[in-house]
């Protein structure tokens, strides 16, 4: 496996990090053992519907690589104490950032799938010198406060407003960041750190942190609606992202064009100042509820669920999924308003056999940091 330093070795292990050679199987029953936090041997063969044989023999591996370390103990029923697994913590590191045309986030995680250290920068980030030096600069910054974290950095996740074209580097990105078009980021971002770095759509990384750390279960399908400074999408079967042929799959904004009304924080605040309204200076939800009741809010919430239940009513009959998630960053108040307003909504009344939507939930990840945090789950399940 590719490393941040070449062949660095965990403290009390002779083994390197690059040897680290999981199968899809280990990297199920860690991600099990993240959401829970910790769990017997027994308990995660019924978890991942292994025998208890074949689960031993893999978490064996695992804390032999001081991937896993033992914590307290389950008492059964029956028999003696057994001993809980669980993630170490101190394995490695991963860093999602998040970044949009007027902020910059970043989420340090452990590889126990904890929240280490994450800020937020406030700029002008449409028209930079480097695109890399400005996002490695961010890093060092960060990890410079976190030196345990510093030299065990896996790698990296930059969750992006982009489309791709079957490749790893986006052949389109929002209009917001036109500056980023045609920079071969990984590459560039990945050179200043020296460590592997991976690029995916924001709504993709989204979809996957409510999958790992979210209320979605392991093995759930779902089509996760992501609303930012515009809207997107990403689709989950059977508890794995779906790309599809180029990457794409779930890009629902392509059917909403930013030359129509489109339910995303760009056209809210465009409404909120036709209306006078003035705007918050920060993301906080109490600045935004009083907002969120005003007749100009209230307008917008209406307007734009009648375009949401659209564009779930596609999903739905095309894909027919167990649960819609609504997420990304529209402040809250806004998003449960849409929750709420989309339900009360109804098919066309020349609809013969109307279909009914599935369940319509808010994503449980924080608004600001979805797209970061998804995107560290991204690295950490792929490191």
């Known amino acids: 496996m ?186 560039q971002l990945g050179d200043r750190l020296g460590c592997p770095v991976l690029v995916e759509n924001d709504a993709n990384c989204a979809a996957i942190g409510e999958l790992h750390f979210g209320s979605a279960a392991p093995d759930d399908s779902f089509f996760y609606l992501y609303i930012g400074k515009g809207i997107g999408g990403a689709l989950i079967l059977n508890g794995e992202l779906h790309r599809g042929k180029q990457g794409n799959a779930g890009e629902i904004g392509a059917l909403r064009t930013r030359a129509q009304p489109r339910p995303s924080f760009d056209d809210l605040h465009d409404c909120l100042l036709a209306a006078g309204e003035p705007l918050p200076f920060t993301t906080a939800d109490a600045d935004w509820q009083a907002l969120a009741a005003s007749p100009a809010g209230e307008g917008w919430v209406q307007r734009a669920a009648g375009e949401l239940y659209g564009l779930l009513y596609s999903v739905t009959a095309l894909l027919d999924p167990s649960c819609l998630y609504l997420g990304g960053t529209l402040p809250a108040p806004f998003m449960a308003g849409l929750q709420a307003a989309v339900m009360t909504q109804t098919p066309a009344p020349d609809d013969d056999a109307p279909l009914t939507l599935p369940p319509v939930r808010l994503s449980t990840l924080p608004t600001q940091n979805s797209a970061a945090f998804g995107a560290a789950a991204l690295a950490l399940n792929q490191y």
């Open 2 to 187: 590719q490393t941040c330093e070449g062949n660095r070795t965990e403290p009390g292990q002779g083994i390197p990090m690059e040897k680290r050679e999981l199968t899809a199987t280990h990297r199920k029953l860690l991600g099990l053992l993240r959401r829970s936090g910790s769990l017997s041997r027994s308990a995660l063969a019924a978890a991942s519907g292994l025998t208890t044989a074949a689960v031993s023999m893999m978490t064996r591996d695992m804390l032999n690589l001081g991937l896993l370390e033992e914590s307290d103990r389950a008492q059964g029923r029956r028999g003696p104490p057994q001993i809980n697994l669980r993630p170490a913590a101190h394995a490695g590191y991963v860093l999602g950032v998040y970044a949009e045309y007027d902020l910059i986030c970043l989420i340090l995680m452990d590889y126990a799938g904890q929240c280490v250290a994450e800020t937020t920068l406030h700029g002008d980030f449409r028209i930079v010198d480097s695109v890399a030096d400005t996002l490695a600069d961010a890093i060092r910054t960060l990890l410079d406060a976190q030196p345990q974290a510093r030299d065990r950095l896996l790698a990296v996740s930059l969750a992006l407003p982009a489309r791709f074209d079957g490749g790893a580097m986006p052949v389109w990105i929002a209009p917001g960041l036109a500056a980023w078009r045609g920079v071969d980021i990984a590459r």
